[in-house]
């Protein structure tokens, strides 16, 4: 068996034959339209609803006051993670906007 190959062999190898191309369609033909053109009817598309997935919660509950040692306020944050670090977190930022001394007391599932 031959292993060389000539140029054009390898050519028709990858590429294919050297066939002709398909004829032309002539672009100046013109397509006639019909005068009535008939549409299906669309059905409306029922509105599905949507099922409220369950969101996890957590609610912590914070000690909070402006006073060192003075009347201090509890306050509740709810937060929807999983997480009770990030909740706390969370708590704990929303907490400092207002108030200076912040103290957690619990972080509890809902």
């Known amino acids: 068996m031959n292993t060389e190959l000539t140029e054009e062999e390898m ?7 050297s066939e002709s191309p398909a004829p032309a369609t002539n672009p100046y ?3 006639t339209v019909p005068d009535v053109v008939i549409v299906q009817p669309v059905k409306a598309a029922k509105k599905q609803k949507v ?8 609610r912590v509950t914070l000690r909070v006051g402006n006073e ?5 306020h509890e306050m509740v944050h709810e937060a929807d993670t ?4 990030v909740a706390e977190q969370e708590a704990t930022k929303m907490a ?3 108030f200076r001394f912040v103290e ?3 972080v509890k599932s809902m």
């Open 11 to 17: 050519r028709r190898a990858l590429f294919g034959g």
């Open 29 to 31: 033909t013109q397509y």
């Open 51 to 58: 099922s409220k997935g369950f969101t996890p919660r957590l």
């Open 68 to 72: 060192f040692e003075g009347k201090m």
């Open 82 to 85: 999983l997480s009770s670090l």
């Open 96 to 98: 400092r906007k207002k």
């Open 104 to 106: 957690l007391i619990s």
